[in-house]
């Protein structure tokens, strides 16, 4: 006997009944309020549904999950907890390998990783795995019931972390945790890197970052802010202080623009500056908070990537009758997520596709007003696989715009490399390291994150401090 | 945190302050500068290191009262703390002797062309220095500035007080009267600037300027801090302060300067009308 299940898809009733639960939907808020405030969209699983998600999870006895997961997360094991109503447990579980559960299950890819290898996904829907690791981790947050794990006998040897974003607060909790002194150097005034600056607070509310940080100070991870390396130390100065190993995470911080005329008018931000008045400095709460940020009526946001979906949608909630997102390609190509795309879709965002900026118009005041464009089409797939896309000759319009944010992505920031004698760097400015373990052509040195990789994401940022870690254990152990 | 361990008014808006901050004193060189922040809510306000004493493991800073920020700074007292100071920041300048140089200093640019003097005084050069002011209560530093100088001339444009005219027509008199003049550092408001770079053009004296452009990371992170110079885009934070003046844009230095006048003209006024938010 047979059965159809909700997505037509026939599977045999007594295979299992978990597959009769259909994938959880978590609520949000409609696109029509949210739009008119920066609280986060997503709401969350209740415990109700939480468990029925996790009940769906089969118990793989080879799970593909964890391999999937940069972080390597016992998946099945936290999600049996949840559905043992076990919810602090799953938490514990989450942290032992993850440091940051409650950022991963927001802004993590999931659909590129755990949840794309999960067999429930080859007949339909994957566990919603991501949804129940932000469960787990914002349970435990809010009923405040934080556990420390207990923690070795310090060894005695000191690490320097350079960087205060994902990679590097990954490192510093795997390291404390193996008995070693961990000190984290951030350039700004708070901890998290794109966590704190980049991802809007709609996205990823910047409470929950600061109690996992709070976590990790509690481990024993020490964070020194305002503190830029390469100039108020070089690395070669925190060895000679004393530190045994250094880790270098410090983004991949510089902003590209595309060299167009009139790129330096008031009104055109890179997406880190609009962000960063956004995010970290609250500009959107201006002028309670005193740092402005212009709020534009005619926003054009260049670029199909994650920046780019957060700076628009950014542009929405600041108030822009218009808020465009100008890609040369097609949505096919667009790098973003697809639930980022969809959330901009529903709230409006007007994507001008096969298009791109030639220059821009300003006024007396030397303020943008228009953005000459010029139409695309898609020619022949390019080193990256995709169609690159080829301008249409004759094409050019203007769009009235009065605030444009630039979001083609970022490079290597100099600072460090350029105070860090005998560290090598590509031609982009990245550094070089050998393999997964993050070693430099310095010993003692090591790299990981969006300075070795290019911008790339949280989590295989994350990925990276674990590996170096676990490498950098290795060198030290044997020394 | 960072406590204020001095505070003097050097005129009537312009304001004095020495803080602790011992690895910044430390390392700083002269050029060099911070950017500090209140509290939570405040805004990242980039100042030059006018001064530092390792010893006392504290730095100088000079600003003048120009917006909500600013007044609620100078509102502060001894003893209270600002939430964080990050630095030193940005290239120090390039000192070596270099034969007799001309320092130029106008209104608050004083605090910023001082250290730069006293450096390149000790680096064996013949330092002659301009500063000039409003009105003589603006003034700012002259007893400093004359320690660090072989020669000082002091204007105001109101002539209350020394030569009366622009630090310009100081700079144009000393050239035309045949000092031979290597080099000059020319600090001040944008016009002041833009004036003594187009002065020494055609006489190919070369010409540094130090540039004070809205900034917010200051790490080289966001490109607020953009100026063109010979025509390429350059972030002040990381590729200078300072750069040669005879290459600045100091037109498109001047309007990204107001990209924010009317939003913080609000955000003044609701400060001096005691406004807390809500």
Redesign the interface.
């Known amino acids: 006997m047979k059965n159809t299940s909700v997505d037509g898809m026939e599977t045999e009733e007594k295979k299992s009944k978990k597959e009769k639960i259909p994938r959880q939907q978590m609520p949000e808020q409609t696109p029509g309020v949210r739009v008119k405030n920066f609280d986060e969209v997503p709401l969350g699983y209740s415990e109700e549904t939480a468990v029925l998600e996790a009940k769906r999870c089969i118990q793989c006895k080879k799970p593909g999950c964890i391999a999937g997961c940069p972080v390597d997360v016992k998946i099945p094991e936290f999600i049996q907890a949840i559905t043992d109503g076990k919810f602090l447990e799953a938490a514990h579980i989450l942290k032992e390998t993850n440091s940051l559960p409650a950022v991963c299950g927001r802004v993590c890819p999931q659909e590129e990783q755990c949840e794309k290898v999960c067999i429930l996904g080859k007949k339909g829907d994957p566990v919603a795995i991501g949804r129940l690791e932000r469960f787990a981790a914002d349970y435990e947050r809010k009923t405040g019931q934080i556990s420390i794990p207990d923690l070795p006998a310090p060894n005695g040897k000191k690490i320097a972390v350079i960087g205060a974003g994902p990679s590097g607060l990954t490192i510093a909790g795997d390291l404390v945790k193996l008995g070693y002194a961990a000190t984290i150097f951030e350039?700004?005034?708070k901890a998290g890197g794109v966590l704190v600056?980049g991802i809007p607070e709609f996205r990823l509310p910047k409470a929950i970052v600061e109690a996992e940080v709070d976590y990790l100070k509690k481990l024993g991870v020490k964070i020194e802010?305002?503190?830029?390396i390469g100039?108020?130390?070089t690395i070669d100065e925190l060895f000679a202080e004393g530190y045994d190993a250094v880790y270098i995470a410090v983004g991949a911080?510089?902003?590209v623009?595309m060299?167009i005329p009139g790129?330096?008018?008031?009104?055109i931000?890179?997406a880190?500056?609009y962000l960063?008045?956004s995010n970290l400095?609250?500009a959107y709460l201006?002028?309670?908070?005193?740092?402005?940020i212009?709020r534009g009526r005619n926003v054009a946001v260049i670029g199909g990537g994650n920046v780019a979906m957060d700076s628009v949608r950014t542009a929405l909630r600041l108030g822009a009758e218009n808020a465009y997102i100008i890609y040369r390609r097609t949505e096919v190509e667009m790098p973003a997520r697809k639930e980022e795309v969809h959330h901009a879709h529903e709230e409006g965002v007007q994507f001008k596709l096969l298009t791109n900026p030639v220059e821009y118009i300003g006024d007396e005041?030397?303020?943008v007003t228009g953005m000459k464009c010029i139409r695309m089409e898609l020619g022949e797939p390019d080193a990256s696989g995709r169609r690159s896309p080829v301008p249409i000759e004759g094409s050019e319009f203007v769009i009235d715009v009065d605030a444009v944010v630039v979001a083609v992505g970022t490079m290597a920031?100099?600072?460090v490399p350029a105070t860090t004698p005998g560290l090598e760097t590509n031609r982009r400015g990245y550094i070089v390291v050998k393999g997964e373990s993050g070693e430099t052509t310095r010993p003692g040195i090591y790299a990981g994150g969006d300075i070795v990789t290019g911008a790339a994401t949280v989590i295989l940022a994350m990925g990276a401090g674990k590996q170096a870690a676990r490498a950098m254990h290795a060198y030290l152990s044997g020394k | 945190m960072n406590k204020i361990v001095e505070k003097v008014a050097l005129s009537e808006n312009v304001v004095k302050m020495i803080l602790e901050a011992p690895?910044?004193a430390r390392?700083r060189k002269a050029g060099q500068f911070i950017v500090l922040?209140m509290d939570e809510?405040?805004?990242?306000i980039p100042l030059t290191i006018v001064d530092s004493d390792p010893e006392r493991g504290a730095i100088t800073i000079i600003f003048q009262v120009v917006g909500?920020?600013t007044a609620a700074m100078a509102a502060m007292k001894v003893d209270d703390y600002f939430?964080?100071?990050?630095?030193?920041?940005g290239n120090p300048t390039d000192i070596k002797k270099i034969g007799q140089i001309v320092c130029i200093g106008g209104g608050v640019g004083v605090g910023v062309v001082y250290p730069l003097a006293a450096a390149l005084k000790q680096a064996g050069n013949r330092v002659i220095s301009i500063i000039g002011a409003r009105t003589k209560d603006l003034l700012i530093l002259e007893e400093e500035m004359k320690q660090v100088s072989d020669r000082l001339i002091v204007a105001t444009d109101d002539g209350s007080y020394g030569f009366h005219g622009f630090v310009s027509t100081v700079l144009q008199n000393l050239i035309d009267a045949g000092e031979k003049i290597e080099e000059v550092f020319a600090i001040g408001p944008v016009p002041m600037m833009k004036v003594i770079a187009n002065l020494t053009r055609p006489y190919g004296i070369k010409t540094v300027v130090s540039l004070n452009p809205i900034m917010?990371?200051a790490?080289?992170?966001?490109?607020?801090c953009?100026?063109?110079v010979g025509g390429k885009?350059r972030f002040t934070c990381?590729d200078g302060p300072e750069f040669d003046g005879h290459q600045v844009d100091f037109?498109?230095l001047t309007?990204?300067l107001?990209?924010?006048c009317d939003?913080?003209s609000?955000?003044y006024e609701?400060h001096k009308c005691g406004?807390h938010?809500?």
């Open positions: 350039g700004l005034h600056y802010t305002n503190a830029v100039r108020i130390a911080g510089a902003p623009f060299n790129e330096n008018l008031s009104g931000y890179s880190n500056e960063t008045r400095m609250k201006f002028p309670e908070y005193d740092t402005p212009v005041k030397a303020w920031n100099p600072i | 690895a910044i390392k922040l809510k405040g805004e990242r909500k920020t939430s964080d100071v990050q630095g030193p920041l917010v990371d790490t080289g992170m966001c490109g607020a953009r100026v063109s885009t990381v037109d498109l309007s990204r107001r990209m924010y939003q913080e609000v955000a609701k406004w938010g809500n």
